[in-house]
């Protein structure tokens, strides 16, 4: 069960597209080795537009070498040839790099963290809103990320690859309606049956629509990363406002990409209550994953907000259906609302983080926008767009 090679060159050219390519820039292109001829068709198509492309690539086997043989002083240490390439390019292009996301969990957390702490340079060059480079991640579906999902390898595959092929315009359409009712308003409220019951403060900031293309428009406000399969509004919300819960039905930890299951989180003033975690599975992964990234931060960062509020999103691709634990597409499931915690440059935020955690609220959540004279906006009722 492999993609066909018709979807690979569709799936390329929609990576192309997003990336809004301009003849002769520099993209680099990394991805896992069980994605090579999808990341040979991205780098043809590429060149195609008159941009030049570089491929690195990694496989399941390095990897657990790496993990296994490498010791954390070795694995902390910056890749300053990798930081030089990005420096001199101007996109950036990552499929997912693993073909078993499930050998992650085998991954000492200690060498985890050291590998972490060594890429802060590269995100640096990432998320500056002035100066940062353009990147696009993207997922790519194989049997064994299915089986570890939980579901079969088609069903796995229409999420990726059909949620990437939804056309932008249309996107952009369902996301600039969202984005008109969301003008002027000042608190969202968010809640739900399953726990889920927040509130934050959006004034003021930018109302982002996730429409699968880095348009010249996004580029010159700061926004400057995509993701694929797109399909979301998002803000930045005031970091250090607004408290309440959120139910996430399942996640994927940050760190050791283990299953989090039925997560119930509680903030207050913005920022993430660790003592008040709770989850069915894997809750202490949770915990340490923030404490983790919370150390690393204070070593670059003299204002720590790893546990702050970073994103607010709203999910509307019509080709995902549901969560699966793959954040890349549960968080683009219409009826779905999602928190992020951590960093948010990029987008309309003050954060700088090593953390960036969406959790993605249960289908049928309900949510109003209230403006400054009091009026009350309604956006969604029990998962359906008002």
């Not at 005031?238 to 139910?247: A, Q």
Request: include cysteine.
């Amino acid at each position: 069960m492999v993609v066909s090679k018709s979807k690979i060159k569709a799936s390329a050219k929609n990576i192309t597209r997003t990336c809004n390519l301009s003849k002769g820039d520099g993209v680099v292109v990394i991805g896992g080795a069980h994605a090579l001829r999808f990341l040979e068709e991205i780098a043809i198509s590429c060149y195609k537009l008159g941009a030049v492309p570089s491929i690195l690539i990694t496989s399941d086997r390095y990897m657990k070498r790496v993990f296994k043989e490498i010791p954390a002083s070795t694995l902390a240490t910056v890749p300053k040839q990798l930081v030089g390439m990005l420096k001199a390019a101007d996109m950036l292009i990552m499929v997912e790099e693993l073909e078993d996301p499930s050998i992650a969990e085998s991954f000492p957390r200690a060498k985890l963290k050291a590998r972490q702490q060594s890429q802060l340079p590269l995100q640096s060059l990432l998320s500056d809103p002035k100066t940062g480079k353009k990147w696009l991640y993207a997922g790519w579906p194989t049997p064994e990320a299915a089986k570890r999902y939980g579901i079969g390898y088609r069903e796995y595959e229409e999420i990726v690859i059909g949620g990437m092929t939804v056309s932008p315009d249309y996107l952009m359409k369902t996301g600039m309606k969202l984005e008109k009712k969301l003008r002027g308003a000042t608190w969202a409220h968010v809640w739900d049956a399953k726990g889920t019951d927040f509130r934050v403060n959006i004034e003021g900031r930018l109302r982002n629509v996730d429409d699968g293309i880095i348009s010249q428009k996004d580029y010159d406000i700061g926004d400057r990363g995509a993701n694929l399969p797109a399909g979301e509004l998002f803000i930045a919300p005031h970091e250090t406002m607004g408290s309440g819960t959120i139910f996430c039905p399942i996640t994927r930890d940050h760190m050791s990409d283990r299953l989090v299951e039925d997560v119930l989180l509680e903030f207050k003033d913005g920022m993430l209550l660790l003592d008040k975690v709770t989850a069915r599975k894997n809750a202490d992964a949770l915990v340490s994953s923030f404490k983790e990234c919370e150390a690393v931060d204070r070593t670059e960062h003299k204002v720590v907000r790893t546990r702050f509020l970073s994103e607010l999103g709203i999910g509307f691709n019509p080709r995902i259906k549901k969560s699966i634990g793959y954040i890349l597409t549960d968080e683009k499931v219409t009826g779905t609302v999602h928190l992020a915690f951590g960093n948010n440059m990029g987008y309309g935020g003050t954060s700088k983080s090593v953390m960036h955690w969406d959790f993605v609220t249960a289908p049928g959540v309900s949510m109003d926008a209230e403006r400054k004279n009091g009026e009350i906006i309604e956006i969604m009722r029990k998962g359906k767009f008002v």
